[in-house]
Every structure is written in C-alpha cells, then in structure tokens.
C-alpha cells in the first residue's frame, strides 16, 4: 500500500532564505503526525509543499503513490487553514450547504443524489454539528467553523486531514472535544496532519512527530521524541520557545 505523503529531500525559499531545506518525510496510512517547530520555522511552507500548493525547488512529492502535479484526487484531502479559523473568507453559505460541496468534490458534478445528501447530513452528526446546520458558516464561532471544514472533508470521504494551527482562538473546554474529534476521526482510519504549537497537545494526541527548523530535527514516534533532545535542539536554533503564533 503507498504512503499517504511522501516527501524525497524538499527543499523551498521564498526569496534568498531558505524556508524548508531538504525535508523527507512520510505519513501513512492511518499516522496522526503532529507537525511542531519555532514560529517562522517553516510548518506552514512544509504542509503547502505536502498538499501539493507549493511546488518545491528541490525534492518531490507524492500524495497517494502519485506525483503531487498530476495527483487528481484532491477529494481525498481535507485542508483547514489558518484563514478558516477567521470570519473573513469564508463563503456567506449555510453549514449544510458546505458540506454538501464536500459531495460535489467526492461525485465530480454538482447534482446531489439522496444518498450524497444522507452522506452529508451524517458527516454533519459525526462533527456534532447537526443543529448548525442552517446557519450561515460566517455566523460560526472560529471552533464551530472548523467543525465545518472537518464535515465537508468527511462527505468528501477524504482519507487525510490537514489542520494548521485549528484551535487558535477556541476556548480550552472546546479545544478538548476538538482534538477528541480529531482522535475519533483518526481511530477510524484517517491520517491527519496537525500543525500546533501547543507541544503538549502534540505529544498527548499524536502518535507521530515531525519537528522541524527549516530543516528536520525529528521524524519518528513521539516516545523516541520525547526522549530525544530534538525539542532543544530545534527550539534552540533561533533561542526561543514559542508560546503563541501569528
Ligand atoms: P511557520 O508555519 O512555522 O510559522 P512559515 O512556513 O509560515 O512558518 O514561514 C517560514 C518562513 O518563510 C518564515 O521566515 C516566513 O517569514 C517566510 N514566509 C512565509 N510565507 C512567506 C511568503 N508568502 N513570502 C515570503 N516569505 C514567507
């Protein structure tokens, strides 16, 4: 079976410096890969490399044992950005309609059967967010929102979930359901990516670790991580530990 993600020596600047420098690194099937590093130390660029929305200068990708350009599944792949967390953005459409667009991504046309929308509506109960599901996405709280992006990948039936920094600006209580969301869609199969600079929240949740500085520091299980010095080490190439982001 193919890797889900397979990075061969990435490397990406955006001008002179360097923003990731010769990265190889796998998911696979079924991984929950916590994604950690400095603020600036290139997460973000890595999981655009990953996606396939950067090319890299150097190195390849393959998404599902395809070469990231002429990977034509995009339906396999959840994306929650950044920007998803923000009200600014998102389409002035309701929940339910999000989600059923995860169906038209899955079916390649617009024209729902039955079964898409049943399909849709249990994504929206898995999420629990079966009682939002008429109000418009840009009304969402930023957790709500996330949980909609979730339930759009889900009715797409993609097999990985990318996430960068999902809970900045969700409160505690709310954090915690969210990542035990993330844990159940994990135990049934989907690989997830998760960028978060909570490294406790990494370690806890996530069973496998990338921890990168532009260059990688860590590839491996997060018990090896933890015992390793990879932390300091790619914490301490720029003397700070990050607390907070962007
Ligand atoms: P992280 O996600 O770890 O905070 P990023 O991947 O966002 O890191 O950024 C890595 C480096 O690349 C940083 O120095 C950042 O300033 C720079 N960078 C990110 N995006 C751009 C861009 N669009 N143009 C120029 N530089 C960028």
Sequence with gaps: MSSVV??????????????????????????????????GSGKTTLLHLMLGLLSPDEGSVELFGHPVNDFEQGNRIGYVSQQATSRGGTMPVTVREC?????????????L??????????????????????????????????????ARA?????????????????????????????????????????????????????????CINTELYHHGDTESFVESDALSEAYGATGTVVHHHH
């Design 6 to 39: 397979d990075c061969h020596g990435v490397s990406f600047s955006y001008g002179e410096q360097p923003a990731v420098s010769d990265v190889s690194l796998t998911v696979e099937q079924g991984d929950f890969l916590g994604l950690i590093g400095p603020n």
């Design 99 to 111: 989600v059923r667009m995860g169906r038209f991504a899955h079916a390649g046309h617009a024209r």
């Design 113 to 150: 059967s039955a079964e898409d929308e049943a399909i849709a509506e249990e994504a929206l109960e898995t999420v629990g967010i079966t009682d939002l599901a008429d109000q418009r996405v840009n009304e969402l709280s930023g957790g709500q929102r996330q949980r909609a992006y979730i």
């Design 154 to 210: 889900l009715a797409s039936e993609a097999d990985l979930l990318a996430l960068d920094e999902p809970t900045v600006g969700v409160d505690a209580e709310s954090r915690d359901a969210f990542y035990q969301l993330l844990e159940s869609l994990n135990d049934d199969g989907i690989a997830i990516i998760l960028i978060e600079h909570d490294i406790g929240v990494v370690t806890d949740r996530a069973d496998r670790i990338a």
